[in-house]
C-alpha cells in the first residue's frame, strides 16, 4: 500500500516537475520541496523524484512478494526500509516514516516467529 500511495503521486510529481521545471502543488501544499534534501543542499530534481518512484516501485515488488509468501520478501522488506526513510524524511513525508516502521515490525514478527 505504501509503494502505491507514494508511488502513484510521485509519478506525477516526477512528470509535472519535467514538464513545468517546478514542483507539483496539491491542495496548496508543495508536494515534494522544502524538506530536508533543499536544507541538505539536494535540490528537488526529475531524477530524485524518478529515484523516489523506483524506490515505490520496488516496495510494490516487495508487497507482492510478501502476498505470495516467499521466504526473501521478508529479508528484502526489511532491507528496503533504510532506502525508504531517507526519501521519506529527505521529503518531509509525514507518514511514510510511521507506516513504514509499522510495516517492518510486522515483518521482523514474521521473521522471528518462524513463519
Known amino acids: 500500500m505504501l509503494g502505491l500511495g507514494f508511488g502513484l503521486p510521485g509519478a506525477f510529481g516526477a512528470w509535472y516537475y519535467a514538464r513545468?521545471?517546478?514542483v507539483w502543488t496539491f491542495l496548496g501544499f508543495l508536494t515534494y520541496?522544502?524538506?530536508p534534501f533543499e536544507r541538505w543542499g539536494i535540490p528537488t530534481s526529475t531524477a530524485l523524484l524518478v529515484g523516489f518512484?523506483?524506490?515505490c516501485a520496488a516496495e510494490v515488488v516487495v508487497g507482492v512478494l510478501l502476498w505470495s509468501d516467499a521466504t526473501i520478501a521478508l529479508w528484502l522488506a526489511v532491507a528496503l526500509l533504510p532506502i525508504e526513510l531517507v526519501f521519506w524524511?529527505?521529503?518531509a513525508l509525514p507518514f511514510g516514516?510511521?507506516?513504514g516502521l509499522a510495516r517492518t515490525a510486522?515483518?521482523?514478527a514474521i521473521l522471528v516467529s518462524g513463519e
Open 20 to 22: 513545468n521545471g517546478e
Open 106 to 108: 510486522l515483518v521482523v
Open 97 to 99: 516514516p510511521l507506516l
Open 89 to 91: 524524511i529527505g521529503f
Open 53 to 55: 518512484v523506483a524506490v
Open 33 to 35: 520541496s522544502e524538506g
